[in-house]
């Protein structure tokens, strides 16, 4: 099995806009070159589909780019995993017991479901955080960076 790593919607949102500095976007294109080789599998929920169309702070994306945000989410080496009931009261204990907001929460209770240790964002209040733990399961939670491979986990099959 291939390493994973949960990306949340601004990683995504950057990369099809390519907005952020050269720095972090050489960050998510190692990453991105790492899963075209098939070395890397990027997880997101479902939520980010729709949470890429316009991030709070930011323009609504262009519908021109329709197409192009369409076809991030039908690569290969990409799995969306469903907002499910359980995963929705998952995060909302996260809310609760780490301080984080809602939208933010659905992204680190799906890995904490899924099991996945690392988790991508731009997002300054999760990056701040380091490391979450949810029902004792730790999550690190980065800037997108290749390099992190060493510490990422393999997706379990019993939750695909």
């Known amino acids: 099995m ?7 919607s601004d990683v995504f949102l950057a990369r099809i806009n390519e ?7 050489a960050g998510c294109n190692d990453v991105w070159a790492m899963c075209e080789k098939g070395l890397l599998h990027i997880v997101t929920s479902t939520l980010t589909t729709a949470e890429v169309i316009f991030k709070k702070g930011t323009l609504k994306l262009d519908p021109s780019k329709r197409q192009s945000v369409s076809n991030f989410f039908r690569q290969d080496f990409i799995s969306q995993k469903p907002l499910t009931r359980e995963i929705a009261e998952l995060a909302r204990d996260v809310v609760w017991d780490s ?39 730790e999550i ?6 290749a390099a992190i491979q060493g510490e990422l986990t393999y997706e379990n099959p019993e939750k695909r």
Not at 140 to 145: D, Y
């Open 2 to 8: 291939r390493p994973i790593v949960y990306w949340d």
């Open 99 to 137: 301080n984080i907001l809602p939208k933010d929460a659905v992204h680190v209770a799906t890995c904490a479901f899924y099991q996945i240790r690392s988790l991508h964002s731009f997002d300054g209040n999760l990056v701040g955080k380091g490391k979450i733990i949810v029902n004792g399961f």
């Open 140 to 145: 690190t939670v980065s800037n997108p960076k």
């Open 19 to 25: 907005d952020k500095s050269s720095a972090e976007m």
